[in-house]
């Protein structure tokens, strides 16, 4: 790889790093906001529906922003999103207000759907077509550095060591309950605050470097938007795509709330628990990248997927804290299926490339409508466990579009020429 192409693909890579360290906030978040408000499961989930909803709005603008202007300026369109969104969390404290706070983390997630949009197929293309998915995986195992690192300093940084419960908070006097919801709402904004400054600084380190550009002979091939559902594998993989991020957000996002409430786990403790499954996400990202030197990724992924079955089955039926072990073998099991399902999806589609992407980050909108199912389903049943057939199913779903596609060998398909 070339050192221009080294430093832009360093630079995308950190992309895969903000957006993971925002994505596991989510975790820390959703305990948080649940006590600030006093939500049900199924209320605390629609922090997951305010971010993922935004890739089903935004990713076929994010893939015409991509075709028009080129990856360059999606990137820092992207990153603006980003950083507004992040600055938003400021008067959202101090108003104390749930959609507020719901609205701020929609701006980010629309600033992070062009991010994911431009990064994934850059990633996967940019260096030697044969190793594009052991690239984007490379990639990706920077997002479960970020899965580690965010819970662990969110935890410190926002739940509160004098977290009160719904019970006590509805006896206070309306000006003690007051400045008690502002302190608890109010620790959200350092964090915050400072990741939108980050984000503004990579955007002025965007704005003057200079980045490759993907170029393709049948770029001004004729054909709508949704002309590259066309392809099986693009079919299939924005199926299973749209499964496996529900299931991801579903594990993730609520394993604070599953270390407490199934597992007897202080919050302030439970958020170690949650660094750990992003340890174990990085882990298989870097075992698993390593791996595909020597076995095809769609087959690898056939074995993630059916050990994640297992453990899944357990976490609904077992007890204690050994479910949440499982949970944490769980995300290792995840880790290679966004960017195995990715690239498959993208392969050898030449003028569809960027369509194709565009649809399959669409269907992330899973991580917006399969966390609310389970926790409809807690809420329902009063237990918090049996929430968990969704992301059974839905890894069931990976299981056979990896079955099916166990004989493909994963290649980027197009060249870079040019630059910005």
Known sequence: ??????????????????????????????????????????????????????????????????KKHGYKVG????????????????????????????????????????LETAANPYATILGDPKTGTQRLNFAQSFNGLAAFIAPIIGGKMILSQTSKPAEEIAKLSTDARHA??????????????????????????????????????????EGGFFHALRHRNVRSAVVAQFFYVGAQVCILSFLVLFATEVAGIPGTKAATYSGFAGLAFLLGRFIGTFLMRYVRASSLMVVFALVAIILTIYVIVGSGINTLYALIGISFCMSIMYPTIFAIGIQGLGADT???????????????????????????????????????????????????????????????????
């Open 1 to 66: 790889m070339k050192s221009n192409k080294l430093f832009a693909f360093a630079m995308v890579t950190s992309l895969f790093f903000f957006w993971g360290f925002i994505h596991n906030l989510d975790p820390i978040l959703i305990p948080h906001l649940r006590d600030v408000f006093s939500l049900s499961h199924f209320q605390a989930s629609l922090v997951d529906s305010a971010v993922f909803i935004a890739y089903f709005i935004m990713a076929i603008p994010a893939g015409l922003i991509m």
């Open 354 to 420: 960027k369509a194709a992407s565009s649809l399959i980050v669409m269907s992330i909108v899973g991580g917006a409508v399969l966390p609310p199912l389970l926790g409809k389903i807690s809420d329902m049943t009063k237990h918090f466990q049996y929430g968990y057939i969704v992301p059974l199913v839905s890894f069931i779903v990976v299981f056979l579009f990896a079955i099916g596609n166990r004989n493909t060998s994963v290649q980027g398909t197009e060249k870079l020429k040019g630059g910005h």
């Open 75 to 114: 990137i820092l369109i992207g990153l603006l999103f980003f950083a507004v969104g992040c600055f938003l969390f400021v008067p959202a404290a101090n108003t104390i207000s749930y959609v507020f706070f719901l609205g701020a983390l929609f701006v980010v997630a629309c600033g992070l759907t062009i």
């Open 180 to 221: 008690y919801l502002l302190a608890e709402a109010s620790t959200v904004k350092m964090p915050y605050l400072i990741l939108g400054v980050l984000i503004l600084v990579v955007a002025i380190i965007f704005y003057f470097i200079q980045l490759p550009d993907i170029t393709d002979s049948e770029e001004k091939t």
